[in-house]
């Protein structure tokens, strides 16, 4: 349940409330956990299985070339520091922990492809892309 005070919180306890007597009594000791669906440290995680998702999407139809390389680097060391993070801090948030590796295992590899494809002779690389109306074959 959440603390605050503004709309937003009120709108969270009246749904939370409202749904706590659908709650069937043999779930009624994941809903009341510490990091059951009644806190945010439920939902974070849920939620953050979208870049795992995108990531994966990624590993399998998107191009070397295509992969931004920043990005990639940036979301597998926020990966890796909340990874520690979730073992941390109380109550330990396993579901928390498993999603920061997957998103650092999978952008890892698209950091690890970006790489390849670059050792592997980049420079012989057409940039054909439907939104870019230039051919660039010149070297780079």
């Not at 959440?2 to 749904?19: A, E, T």
């Not at 440290?41 to 990624?58: H, I, N, Q, T």
């Not at 980049?122 to 892309?129: C, I, M, R, S």
């Amino acid at each position: 349940m959440s603390r605050g005070s503004g709309p937003l919180s009120k709108f969270y306890n009246v749904i939370i409330n409202s749904l706590d007597p659908l709650v069937p009594q043999s779930m009624q000791p994941f809903w009341t956990s510490p990091a059951g669906p009644r806190t945010v440290f439920f939902w974070a995680p849920l939620f953050k299985w979208g870049l795992v998702v995108a990531g994966l999407g990624d590993t399998l139809s998107r191009p070397a070339q295509n992969v931004s390389l920043n990005q990639c680097i940036s979301l597998a060391a926020t990966g890796l520091i909340w990874s520690r993070y979730s073992v941390v801090i109380t109550p330990k948030n396993y579901s928390l922990l498993s999603v920061n590796l997957a998103v650092f295992v999978i952008q890892s590899f698209l950091v690890a492809k970006h790489l390849k494809w670059r050792m592997e002779g980049a420079q012989k690389t057409v940039y054909n892309h439907s939104s870019f109306p230039f051919r660039s074959e010149d070297d780079w």
